[in-house]
């Protein structure tokens, strides 16, 4: 009898095992099945269906049959057991079975709905895994990878309008759904659909959040093989990158905004209080990740420096990996926004530890990231798939679907026209009518939407956001990931362009107005010309092994610790760097920006493939400014740190 | 009041995920520290204590700290309730407390005195991840670059010895093991710290089997650091690679050994249920990789051949990489063993595949899985030392204890001493005496014993075997693991040998006795031989682009089907590739084996470092006869294949 239930554990066990080799088979098994057909798409360059859309349709289809083939295996469950004694749920239950003590973990809440429908089908529970992999696992490199590959020279060249569609535009966004779900909401609590304790304005104000953060993975990757003008490009992707982060801190701002009486009536301290939340989370983390970075590239640079970590490349390929991973971990543990660190984390270590990495260990981390952004992206999006029909505790409501679907779209309308009417007020090269149809049109949802939606599926309405967030991140990735290619035809939006091609044509059309150009430059890049002299004169010689030696730029009482820090092979510079001082002169910095955009660059943007997209830009090394170093190196005669750029 | 709730339980899920990012935060800080240690140590030299050995140091500080520093958040747990309703334990259960469902799931059943200690600190409870992590995720790398990095020209020169010592040696350990654990449990229930019924004679066989996957990780990177002579290490890698999947197919084999009456009693029919059981999951396995390798060899292959899947890298890496994965997790679900799947799978896959690879892909699929190779062995290492002190269900028996080391001990001498004499008989190239104690020294217990014990902890005789398990692991790793270097000085054991030199040398010393030599060599190569002109005629063309065509090898009808299958770079070499008919001619190739390793090797497989090993032996890309191929195509003039192999 006791052999017997002993060997009954061990079959349990078994199969328990086996379960785990299941559920990760069927992603396996999805993921070759997307890579196949990313390959056939590229194939037969088809474009109506991208590998996202794809890997969601697969996904739904594994979903589908998981769902409605698997057979239940365990009668037991779908019984509700009473226990008086209990008062609150722990979070580690111990309970006494026939004289042996189990010990069970709790994990969510269940609606009283879905109790019946809870047929315990160990199967659909498997798939359905714990949304902190999501966070701490899948998203990180996908982020990182977005803040590693950046395009500084177009990014710094739009700086000013992605950071208002980023901030402003999020944030419109997010009341304007909020508003109008609260509508929606109120008349579902008016036909009898909701009670009204149960989604307060604050719930609104969260979905609205969330449902802000636009990914447009699939748009931005048709746009990199079609070469669509550079400009547009680096608007959406830098708007999706910076509104990521600032959605998902004003979901985790909102999520904690707590006014003291009534949850629906405005109050001002506790406003101001997530207010001041959302700018020290923003804050914290930009500083957290940074912070990391500046470590990475110390370690890099001064165990290199006496030493010679880059014998081992595996080691710092090793090392880059894991601390930077840590800065979107230690910023998720001290409560600030993972996201927002990794993102500038991955900035960071392109501008400065990328250029301490012996060349193995470069190429060996960039693979490693696209490998990494690469798989983590096509999981997420067939998970989304499977999670429509194996995720158990869906709360489906028409009206609040049909809500969501109207205040996304008059959302993403008040966020794009105003916005670039304004800009364009302000902007020499104005946003086109069809540039700001096309953004409106690429408001996709997607990886963080859902993500952030499925971080809390604890209580009913937290379902129903979530089940609603789902369709909409399917509806929009497969319609307008699917019209992408239609409507660029359609707005007559130049495709095939070579990207520097591009930026040379825009200077010539200026250069009539190059004088007038120049003032509005130069009041722009004020703040800019400030920080790049304190990089290049104090940053890069302290992290890298380029620029000048910090004995000739510190003063003079400096010199013992400046030569501590210095790398050796700038002080064999330091005789021809005495050149450096004009970088100071302001005048002379902004022209030699300037004449950098007419020179003629040579055409290594114009691959095609989208794994090319990391390699070219790493290689620019600097922050925008990436001609103005190449045209100092000539002036200075200093051959060898162009190789090392 | 109902706003309360909800906002205490969003504090919660805060609480809970930042939970997530602390453990994560935990094990890239212990990474990061193993990192600097490793690249510190690798300068200074120093050999008394392995990385692994520092990674479970690290580990087991911060297992320390995390155990006596860290506060019990959670006053409500160590309270056990009853549920009387509930006749066992479901995997999922279900809870009404106050008027809201619950949904908990099964983590373990807890020994009565285990209760009290059970503080409930979620901190330790976090800490100690699922198994099912080890067996699907952090162990298949492992054993997968073992496979691909295999060096194959030695491997098969020690073949039969390997062979003995994985099979026959491991059985002899878990005999031997299994015996004397039975005497210690018989004097246990004599002395009263045991009950009878707990602990049957097939427990301490499922103990020898499980201590008896030897897991030299340690010893073999020092000895590849010192260039110990190449067949010491041929045989102990060869031996510990092909021993970890023969004690995991045993261990599983007698877990399912279930005699229909008396435990204790011997059932032969129950018995050669087991054997066949092992046979049949050892087959089944070794089937289930090398048929996954050999898809992977064919989409890349075939694929290629009509399109372009080398023009995305990516593509072909991630195809790879999932594919080597899924023949892990196929092998699993099907109830076989991953682990021998997955090492087959390496090991074929470097044989066909990787030819077909892009250059670029080459590198990639190498760096990819050396990284996470490096990760997983640091991980799991870091993670036995954090187990001792945050796994919450040790039972430390003293007895129990004694009785492991003792019977560790002499199950490996019962191995190594014998079957070395035997094996002396009957090999030319003796084994000499301090290898055998080299050997009987390296049998250090690692990731395999771990994982294996770590497995199951459900029942309170397996929570003692995991503790033992865990004590012989620390113990073998450091105190073996920190002695390799003295033992080897000790043992006079020649280090700093070019392991080709070393061939040449053998092979000049034995140029005297030529003659009866090659009709050995002839003997024992014929089984050999017929598989590699199987291979070399039909395999390699089917599956690679190196070798004849399929047209001029298969039959006269078989054309149009051969003409299909056949990679056009092979139809430009038909015409030359008249003569491949000699390779039937067996003494012509024994000739040309013979004379292969006559003929000096270029010293390429002399680098010095670790992360050397994988490219070196899979440039050789030929089953044991590398040497061979080169000739042969010397007689044939084909020099582009020569830059294909």
Known sequence: MEKLK???????????YHQ??????????????????????????FRFLHETGGAMLYGLVMGLII????????????TVYECEKLKSGPSTLLINITNQVYEYQYKREISHHNVNGHQGNAMLQKMTFDPSIFFNILLPPIIFHAGYSLKKRHFFRNLGSILTYAFLGTAISCIVIGLIMYGFVKAMVHIGQLKEWEFHFTDCLFFGSLMSATDPVTVLAIFHELNVDTDLY???FGESVLNDAVAIVLTHSISIYSPKENPNAFDAAAFFQSVGNFLGIFAGSFAMGSSYAVVT???????TKFTKLCEFPMLETGLFFLLSWSAFLSAEAAGLTG??????CGVTQAHYTYNNLSPDSKMRTKQLFEFMNFLAENVIFCYMGLALFTFQNHIFNPLFIFGALVAVFVARASNIYPLSFLLNLGRKQKIPRNFQHMMMFSGLRGAIAFALAIRDTASQPKQMMFSTALLMVFFTVWVFGGGTTPMLTWLQIRVGIDPDEDLNVKAASQSASNLDKNTTKAESAWLFRIWYGFDHKYLKPLLTHTGPPLTSTLPEWCNPVARLLTSPSAYGDQLKDSDTVYIINNDELTENYESSAHVPVPA?????????TGKEDIQEGDIGLGRYKLQLQQTAGQPQKNSLA
């Open 20 to 45: 785990g080799a299941v559920e990760l088979l069927i992603f396996n098994f999805l993921l070759i099945l997307t890579i196949l057909t990313i390959w056939l798409f590229k194939n037969h360059r």
């Open 67 to 78: 769902r409605y083939v698997t057979k239940s295996p365990d009668v037991e469950s779908g």
């Open 604 to 612: 290594q943007d114009s691959t095609g493939s989208i794994q090319a």
């Open 234 to 236: 680096t608007l959406l």
């Open 339 to 344: 996201i927002v660190a990794v993102l500038f």
């Open 6 to 16: 002993e060997y009954v554990s061990v079959k349990d066990e078994d199969h328990f």
């Open 297 to 303: 590239a110390l370690i890099s640079f001064h165990l």
